[in-house]
């Protein structure tokens, strides 16, 4: 059994859970809490989804600059060959 899943949510175990749930029908009505649940559930959803499309933007940079680095390094490579050139030249 999964271990999170035993020790139940914040501490909490299936009795606790249960009685929360029961109270929460009382209180706010079977329909309310499903609509609550189904927000719940949506909320969770777009944060997911934002936090993966963050983290594929974050990934497109990174490789955008690694792109740019190697592109730098090349021309810095160019000019100190030049430079070398230019040196033996003159010498």
Do not use: H, W, Y
Not at 18 to 36: D, H, M, Q, S, T
Not at 50 to 71: G, H, N, P
Request: aromatic share 2%; no cysteine.
């Amino acid at each position: 059994m999964d271990p999170v899943l035993s020790a139940g949510i914040a501490g909490l175990g299936a009795p606790e859970l249960i009685v929360i749930a029961l109270i929460a029908v009382l209180l706010f009505g079977g329909k309310k809490v499903g609509e609550l649940g189904k927000g719940l559930g949506e909320g969770i959803k777009n944060f997911k989804t934002a936090i993966k499309s963050d983290e594929e933007r974050l990934e497109e940079q990174r490789e955008a600059l690694k792109r740019e680095e190697e592109r730098l390094a090349a021309k810095k490579q160019a000019l100190e060959d030049e430079a070398r050139l230019e040196a033996k030249k003159q010498a």
